[in-house]
């Protein structure tokens, strides 16, 4: 056991950090201090082969002991296994020092958190583990390496997940902060936040493609987080957030952050039992990303209201926006005949969770190339639509080259499937595909194809109230129209202006009330046709230049 350190007040902390990185380590080392330990001091060696699990869980809590702190970790290599971070501790790793996740799964022993929720499926461990703790840190300029590739075949269809640790899990913790740290090599998801509050993530680099599920945020069921100035490149989701428990996911801002992902780079969802409330994601690229950039999925009830996405430029995905509300309907957890810290079973004897909701959602000033062909969709459900959605300054560019039959195809509607951008397969439009919606306003948004494309730039089925102003696209001979409507309740076409040549603007069947105002038309050979089931009283032009 080494020394005892001297206790200082926790509000003192972060101050002695700050010198401790304007200092060298040598200097640090020696010099020590009243709130600060280095692991060191309690037989923790650098060499990348000896276990210092239990050398670092002893300097954390001595710290604790003495009412809070900093654990140090000097330049080297620190293998170790689960190590719990105390109320009042912050664990800062010089640049240099690299905390590594030992390979071994015996060496994250199980632990089962008191709180509830539908990740008690994914996972019993963790390299660095927290719960109900308050004003906890993991500063500087070091590393964590989870060696996530020892890991990656350690899973069976019957056990996919729990033989992986997470890198980092913090669950119902306060006043939480990783800055600086680079992320890497995760066996599973790299950090997760369930039910936390007060989280600052700042600065972070996350890098790791290494196994499967390696998400690089999530954000569980937690209120008041902000992530800013992030790096992040995922085998799985870059920066998700989930609601897998009945407690919203509230007040989170993502902002200033390049992400890339082998799946989706921002979701929401698909976990989505507590709802999403209050949301922003601005001032952000992404790039490289397999999936969907942009992903706000609903699909296990609960209520989204109040998302903004704001100035996003995205290079390379599978699509630019994806938008769906479904009823998959999974429910979370219930407790086991064990208790809180017993054996956990599924929550197959209870009600499944209602039909969820999904409105007030606002996505503008977003740059979009290298999209393939399967195009945008925002769909919600027979009945269920998706509500109060406004796009505004969007360009997208995408591969193009859907064939004509497409546009008539049946899409099916996939209620209770997981929902994934190409759910639908090759959708109707190249451009965006609108269907279950109500409250939709388009402004100045355009988009057009690498290849040439038969399918309309635009496709509204059973919507509601829709508004398109200023919007534009390409248009191939072939194709029917630049937009198509298919029972559309009321719907304002207006300040449209196409710079290119168009045969039909717009074709529209079993739909009502359309008015077309004050457009330019000086490049379209027809501004409407009506379908068979279409009465032509019901579109209304005025104040139209020809």
Known sequence: MGRQATKIPARFGLLFCVFILASGPSEVHAQGGPGWSSVFEFGARPDGVTLNTKAIQEAIDARSSSGGGTVYFPPGTYLSGTIVLRSHVTLLLDAGAVLLGSP????????????RSYTDNYTERSLIYAENAENIAILGRGTVDGQGAAF?????????????????????????????????????????????????????????????NNDGIDIDSCHRVRISNCDIRSGDDAIVLKATSDRACRDVTVTNSVLKSDCNAFKLGTESNGGFQNITFSNSTIYDTGLAAIALEMVDGGTLDQVLV?????????????????????????????????????????????????????????????IDATGCSISGLPGHPIEEVSLENIRVTFAGGGKRELVDRAVPEVEEGYPEYKMFGMLPAYGFYVRHAAEVRFEQVEVDFETPDERPAFFFDDVGQLALVDVAGQLAAQAPALLLMKGVEGALISHCRPDRSIGTFLYVDKSRDISIMNNVFSNVREVFRAGAAMETNEVFLASNRE
């Open 104 to 115: 071994e799964l015996k060496d994250y022993p199980v632990t089962i958190p008191a709180y």
């Open 152 to 212: 990656k075949d350690r899973k069976t269809p019957e056990d996919p997940y729990k033989l992986r640790p997470y890198m980092i899990r913090f669950i119902q913790c306060r006043d939480v902060t990783v800055r600086d740290v680079t992320l890497r090599n995760s066996p599973m998801w790299v950090q997760h936040y369930l039910a936390c509050d007060d989280v600052l993530i700042e600065g972070i680099t996350v890098d790791s493609i290494v196994a499967g």
């Open 310 to 370: 704001d100035n996003i430029v995205i290079r390379n995905a599978g699509t630019a926006i994806f938008l769906r509300l479904g009823n998959r309907a999974r429910p979370f957890l219930a407790r086991g005949p064990g208790g809180s810290r017993g054996t956990w079973e599924r929550r197959e004897g209870l009600e499944r969770p209602g039909m969820g909701s999904f409105r007030r959602v606002s996505l503008r000033n977003i740059q979009a190339r290298g």
